[in-house]
């Protein structure tokens, strides 16, 4: 079975630019999950979606991040205008609606902010 | 609300030695409660999950019980391999939303 699915795997941009990560999750599952990943913080959830609207955005750093699910089969994360502070590795997941079920994740994407 | 404290890293251990790497949580009712693990350069994968008290969870040699009373839930190899270098994240789901509790992450190294 195919997995969680992002791309890019690796962007490299010049600060201001706008930033689109996109993710494919796996067929079946109705939770969708960003997360942020870097050394100073760790892991960070950003944002989450049950049948492909937004449950919680608390963890969205700012205006500048947004993210939407227009079906059950993708999801982006958009930054405008991406800053250096930006630079991190995003992560995709999904999962069947249970509370015993895994989450899956993607193998994320690397993003460079110069 | 709820948190999952784990052990401040990185470990170093030799081949063949025994690992624990401690997680504590708090939580209300009943979470569920997993171990992921990170290869370099990948996502978290799961490592093993107990859905209820006294449950064991296992897989590859790892396990990892559920104690409710201590409300801890460590995690234990008898003999590391170093394969096994990676970063281990203990963590709960708690109530009816998906939404996972994470631990801040533990780094392991296995020297050979």
């Known amino acids: 079975d195919a997995g969680v699915i992002q791309s890019p795997r690796h962007e490299v941009t010049e600060m201001g630019q706008e930033v689109t990560l996109r993710c494919k999750p796996i067929?079946?599952?109705?939770?969708l999950f960003w997360y942020r990943q870097t050394m100073m913080r760790g892991l960070e959830l950003l944002i989450y979606?049950?049948?492909?609207?937004?449950?919680?955005d608390s963890g969205m750093p700012e205006d500048r991040f947004s993210a939407k699910m227009p079906n059950a089969s993708f999801s982006t994360l958009k930054i405008q205008p991406s800053e250096p502070r930006d630079s991190a590795v995003y992560f995709c997941?999904?999962?069947?609606?249970?509370?015993?079920?895994?989450?899956?994740f993607g193998d994320g994407t690397r993003l460079s902010i110069l | 609300g709820d948190s999952v404290t784990q052990m401040e890293g990185p470990v170093t251990l030799s081949e063949e030695a025994f690992l624990t790497i401690n997680c504590t949580y708090t939580?209300?009712?009943?979470?569920?409660l997993f171990w992921y693990v990170q290869y370099p350069g990948e996502g978290l994968q799961l490592l093993l999950k107990?859905?209820?008290?006294?449950d064991k969870g296992s897989n590859k040699g790892f396990e990892a019980t559920y104690r409710k009373e201590t409300t801890s839930f460590h995690l234990e190899k008898g003999s590391v391999q170093v394969s096994d270098s990676a970063v281990y994240f203990c963590?709960?789901?708690?109530?009816?939303?998906?939404?996972?509790?994470f631990g801040t992450g533990t780094k392991l190294q296995v020297i050979p």
């Open positions: 997941a999904s999962s069947f609606g249970q509370s015993n079920q895994p989450q899956h």
């Open positions: 067929s079946g599952h109705d939770y």
């Open positions: 979606f049950n049948n492909n609207v937004p449950i919680d």
């Open positions: 939580a209300t009712g009943y979470p569920s």
């Open positions: 107990a859905t209820k008290a006294d």
């Open positions: 963590a709960l789901v708690n109530g009816g939303y998906q939404k996972v509790t």
